[in-house]
Structures are given as C-alpha cells and as structure tokens.
C-alpha cells in the first residue's frame, strides 16, 4: 500500500473509520502490530467509540457505522469498538474489537454460508470465496484465508509479528497517546528514505477544527536523517495530507509536529 493510497484512507477516515484512534500510548494498536506478520504494510487502529465521545468529532459516528455495515456484515456494527486495518501479500485484514455475543456473530455466518472449521487449534469460518473469519483472543480477525492464517501462525509465535522489527517497534513506542495512529514502513513512501514511521492525530484543543500531529521517522543513518530535514515539511506535506509545524533532528530519527483539519461532509 503505497503513499498515495495512505492519503486516500487519511481522507476517507471519518467516513469510513481506516484511521487509528487509540487513548493509551500503543493500545491498540500495539496489540495489532503483534498478529500482523512481519512483512505487513501500514496499520491502522480506529476506537470507534472515542468518536461518538468527542464533541468536535461525534458527527462521523453514524457514517463510520453505516460505512463498516457494508463491511463487516456478520456483526452488529454497533458492538464494534475497536477496527484495525493492514495489508500483506494475501490481502487486507481486518481486526475487530468489541463487545460481541460470538453465538450471535456464529450465527450470522452459518447465514453468510461460512463452514465453521479449525487452523492450528483455533476456530476459523470460511465460505467458497477463500474468505475467512477467526476469533484469536478478543479478536475477530476477517479477511482472505491464507492471510487470517498467516496472522493465526503469527499468534502461535510460529512467524515474526510487525512488532517484532525493531525499526517498527521504537517508533510506534515513541507515539503519545492519541486519538488516531498509525504505523508504516518503507514501502509507504514515495520521496523519503525512511526505515520506518508513525504518525498520530489529537484533538487537543476543543473547538478549533483542527486534530494536532505528532509523528517520529526512523532513517539508517544519523547522516540520512539530517539529509531529509532540508524538504521534510514540504515531503510529508505531500506524502501524509498534514500541515508540518515543526521538525527536529534526534539522531537517526526526525520528531514531526503539525496538525490537519477536521475533514467535513
């Protein structure tokens, strides 16, 4: 998933919530970056309900609901709490917390024509589409099958997580706690060498419709890094839709901070 389709979810995100929202430093999304294989792409971590509690954002709750119904069509969407999002070779996976009646989600997909079966120990659905849904932990986890698999064997430590790169690991350690986060590799940029990425978004201010970034970028070099700051804001202004106020030089890595407005209907 490359840059420009990051910026695309970016936009989309209070429509159809492909962004992280996550209160406690790693949270989430930590959580998720341990299922995902090592070779995942970006992730995302959205808190649903820290939408509908946010006055300046409480108008996107219904439009994320009504969005993942096209989405997730065999739980209620309003049981949702927490939607995660990466992509690897096979696919996108989706990652599902919540307060879910798993009779009930079982049900609906005997309804959907899935065929309940089981992968390394663990209960996976599939139907004639190669599509598969699992419960891993307090996790529901959707996608095609050879990834759900893929992150089932990650979660019996059979392969590396995400969060097993260390380049990937002490970046997202560095994030703040946030109302939206996210994670990224090299792939996911076009114009900037880096190893790795996170970027958050907070609303810390009330009322000025505007969400404040906060973001570290990891490079191989110190030297590297310093290269980078000459067109940093104007790269990742480019690169992440966001508007850098501010960057400083910490080593191999760049602190990022800026902000982006509130996107409207």
Known sequence: MKARIITALLMLAVLVSCITTCKTKGGYLVNVMKLAPENAGAVYCTEIKAWAEDPDLSFAYDEMIS???????????????????????????????????????????????????EYKGIEIWTDDYDDAVSFIDNMIVYGYKDSVEACIRVYKNEESSLYDNEDMKVVVDKLPAAIVQMVFGPDE?????????????????????????????????????????????????????????????????????????????
């Open 189 to 265: 940029m076009y114009s900037i060498e880096v190893l790795s990425g996170s970027i958050c978004w907070r609303n810390s201010t009330s009322g000025d419709e505007v969400l404040d970034i906060s973001g570290w970028l990891k490079f191989d070099s110190e030297a590297s890094a310093e290269a980078a700051m000459e067109n940093i804001e104007d790269d990742l202004s480019w690169e992440l839709v966001v508007t850098v106020t501010d960057a400083r030089l910490s080593g191999q890595f760049i602190e990022i901070t800026g902000e982006m407005e509130i996107p409207e209907f």
């Open 67 to 117: 969005g993942l119904g096209y989405v997730i069509p065999f739980v209620e969407t309003s049981d949702i709490s927490v939607y995660a999002e990466f992509d690897i070779d096979w696919g996108p996976i989706i990652v599902l917390f919540g307060d879910f009646n798993l009779k009930d989600v079982r049900d609906a997909l005997t309804e959907e024509d899935y065929v309940e079966g």
